[in-house]
């Protein structure tokens, strides 16, 4: 029965990364800027959808995971003249030791207290960005020099649209390693039920570590990323309001359900651009935004497209 | 098995096409808004990048009503070298991400020049785009050291930077006798920054720096700060942010029972700024940009302001209609849209405009100091000679 849906599922996904690899060659650069910012907000959701979707645990503070490895690799640059790629195992390990720093003495907690936690370090972690002067305090880090890859200069935004798109291939397959593999179904059991996943013998406190390790690693790879991208980076660009886009995102989109996540950060990031050309409706394009999102969950209130729950 | 329950039911199916639909939908949308506004040849296209929306909405829209105003003067005198000027404003809502979309926009869109820029972080986001692509980019509120310190040969700062601010405020303080001062800033890069440039430029003139608040923005109780400025014994206080959030601390401040002196910085200078605050509000100083109002030959500029779009310009208004008319001027002289060597025409131009004179340094910071000093009394600005 599954070799025809296979090939259906193999058709549509080998369409759509023929649409997507061939597309700056008819875009400008707006439409790639945009749908730049449509993967880059796929990344994040990809990276926070182990932590939400997967474990089922409240992440308030997702931005403070991408300011730290956004930072990591804009000091590297810039303080200490590294070269981007080698900043890339920093990053990813900078974020690892402070999601264990946040995470070990706060899992043991039931969502809601995480959440509160997780939101007041995200906070720590902005106002101390705003305040060290090697993050540059309140000004950030500005002119971060542009990385080379086998040769090319990478600046133009058709670039940023290459190299955004591998890692959300990366970051796909990833997720999906995760998934199907024994950590994921352990993760599964504890969003499920976490009291019967530890009678069953799942060691929670440390799957729950280890899943939002796993998501910080990826929100710190995807900060590296933006941060040369971008070329300039500033607390400003971390705040709570990141942390909720980033969420809403995995929510709106359906928790758990990789293409539901992607769909979701997509939508996020397009529907407010849509409106821009719009007279009068472009400056109130965040207050029609709002009326959707409210429909969407009204309608929807597991998201645009839902993780199926699994059959027994 | 598990594997398998992933792309494979009907609906999921079904859901794939709508999908797959709606990307591509989105795709032509945005392709086709972004190929509709290109320039033709007897057309300059100059690119307003500011915040249109958010809470920056109000100085970003004065912005652009201000570059329009002078685009019609000029282009109702003969526009410039035969060709007029059209402007092609964007919305960066005062934010990184959305500052390089709106510059992508701009750039796409063909412009010539870009003008604008409001919000420091959002300006220095969208700043390496157009300098690689070499566009001339006039910057004409944000005034952060940030900017120049990019070292960007096409990008001008038409606004007095905060070094200028703190020069202006240290004579204020000078001759109100003022002993200990106190600051507050919101801890974004332009509050954080003037307060920064006061914190060292104060007690080189022997005013000691009593305490250094911090005020998050919106943050509905202030209580705190209001008892460690009175516990400092300050007898000054600047208030570096934003004219939303100092309404509430100078309130706050006056309840809590501060009886020292008040100074606001430009970015609280608006008329907004004095219905908030009411009896709160008298005898407020304020470091402020060029008002209009204060300028020579500024009646004139404010009628037809008003006569065009029906309310009163804002503070950078001026600085705003000098931007565009001294890239007119420059392009005039040089005979040329090319950027470089409009570049080097406004690198050396001096113009004497509504905001006062336009002078580079030769790192393209305004070279005199625009600062005015007002003061608050019975519900309206007044001007304070020093």
Redesign the interface.
């Known amino acids: 029965m599954?070799f025809e849906?296979?090939r259906?599922?193999f058709a549509?996904l080998a369409?759509?990364f023929v649409?997507a690899a061939v597309?700056p060659l008819?875009?400008?650069?707006?439409?790639?800027?945009?749908?730049w910012?449509a993967m880059?907000y796929m990344l994040l959701a990809l990276g926070l959808n182990i932590i939400v979707g997967y474990t089922g645990l409240c992440d308030l503070g997702y931005a403070a995971k991408f300011a730290i490895g956004a930072y990591t690799t804009g000091i590297l640059i810039k303080t200490f003249g590294w070269n981007f790629w080698l900043t890339l195992p920093v990053s990813a390990l900078v974020s690892a030791l402070a999601a264990c720093v946040i995470g070990a003495p706060t899992l043991k907690l039931r969502s809601d207290y995480l959440a509160i936690v997780t939101l007041g370090f995200a906070e720590i972690v902005r106002?101390s960005a705003?305040n060290l002067d090697i993050t540059g305090?309140?000004?950030?880090i500005?002119?971060i020099e542009r990385p080379y890859f086998f040769g090319i200069h990478l600046?133009?935004?058709s670039h940023w649209y290459y190299v955004f798109f591998a890692l959300v291939i990366v970051f796909i397959i990833i997720s999906k390693r995760i998934r199907?593999s024994r950590f994921g179904?352990a993760l599964a059991f504890i969003r499920e039920d976490e009291d019967a996943a530890q009678a069953m013998g799942v060691n929670t406190t440390l799957f729950k570590l280890y899943a939002y390790i796993a998501g910080a690693v990826l929100g710190g790879i995807t900060g590296s990323f933006y941060a040369v991208k971008?070329?300039?980076i500033?607390?400003?660009?971390f705040d709570f309001t990141q942390s909720a886009n980033i969420l809403l995102a995995v929510i709106l989109g359906g928790m758990g359900k990789i293409?539901g996540v992607i769909?979701g950060a997509?939508f996020f990031a397009?529907f407010p651009?849509?409106f821009?050309?719009v007279p009068f409706v472009?400056?109130m394009?965040?207050l029609f935004f709002g009326l959707l999102l409210i429909v969407v969950m009204i309608n929807r209130p597991q998201g645009l497209?839902p993780e199926?729950p699994?059959?027994r | 098995m598990l594997k398998k329950s992933v792309l494979t039911s009907k609906s999921a199916k079904s859901f794939i096409a709508k999908a797959v639909a709606s990307a591509l939908t989105a795709v032509l949308l945005t392709g086709c808004s972004g190929a509709s506004s290109s320039s033709n040849e007897n057309e300059i296209a100059i690119g307003v990048i500011s915040p249109t929306s958010g809470s920056e909405a109000y100085y970003g829209t004065d912005m652009v009503q201000s570059y329009q105003l002078a685009v019609d003067e000029i282009n109702a005198a003969g526009g410039v070298l035969g060709k007029t000027l059209k402007l092609y404003p964007e919305d960066d809502g005062c934010d990184a991400n959305m500052a390089t979309n709106a510059a992508s926009k701009i750039i796409a869109s063909g412009a010539d020049f870009v003008v604008g820029g409001y919000c420091s972080g959002a300006t220095v986001a969208a700043m390496p785009l157009f300098h690689d692509e070499n566009l001339l980019m006039l910057i004409s509120a944000a005034n952060s050291t940030e900017i120049t310190a990019l070292g960007f040969e096409q990008s001008f700062m038409f606004n007095s930077p905060g070094t200028h601010a703190a020069l202006t405020l240290t004579d204020l303080c000078l001759s109100l006798g003022t002993t200990k001062a106190a600051l507050i800033h919101q801890g974004d890069s332009y509050t954080k920054n003037l307060s920064d440039i006061c914190e060292e430029a104060l007690p080189k003139s022997g005013i000691e720096i009593a305490t250094i608040q911090v005020m998050e923005k919106g943050a509905p109780d202030v209580s705190a700060i209001v008892t460690a400025v009175r516990n400092s014994g300050a007898d000054f206080v600047y208030w570096c942010g934003y004219h939303a959030d100092g309404s509430n601390v100078i309130k706050q401040l006056r309840q809590g029972g501060y009886e020292g002196d008040i100074a606001v910085g430009d970015g609280s200078a608006s008329v907004e700024l004095i219905t908030a605050c009411g009896s709160a509000g008298e005898g407020v100083y304020v470091t402020s940009p060029p008002f209009v109002e204060f300028a020579q030959g500024g009646d004139k500029f404010v009628e037809d302001y008003k006569a065009k779009f029906e309310v009163n310009p804002g503070n950078y208004a001026t600085l705003c209609y000098d931007t565009m008319y001294v890239l007119k001027n420059a392009i005039e002289q040089a005979n040329s849209t090319e950027t470089d060597k409009v570049r080097d025409v406004i690198a050396n131009i001096e113009y004497q405009g509504l905001s006062g004179l336009i002078k580079f340094t030769p790192e393209r910071e305004l070279e005199v100091s625009n600062f005015i000093v007002l003061q608050i009394e019975k519900g309206e600005f007044k001007l304070v000679e020093l």
């Open positions: 599954g849906n296979k259906t599922k549509v369409a759509l649409l597309l008819f875009l400008d650069n707006y439409t790639l800027n945009v749908l910012n880059f106002i705003r305090s309140a000004s950030g500005n002119a600046t133009k935004i199907y179904r971008m070329t300039s500033s607390p400003g660009s293409p769909v997509a397009i651009e849509l821009r050309d472009g400056n394009r965040m497209w199926k699994v059959k």
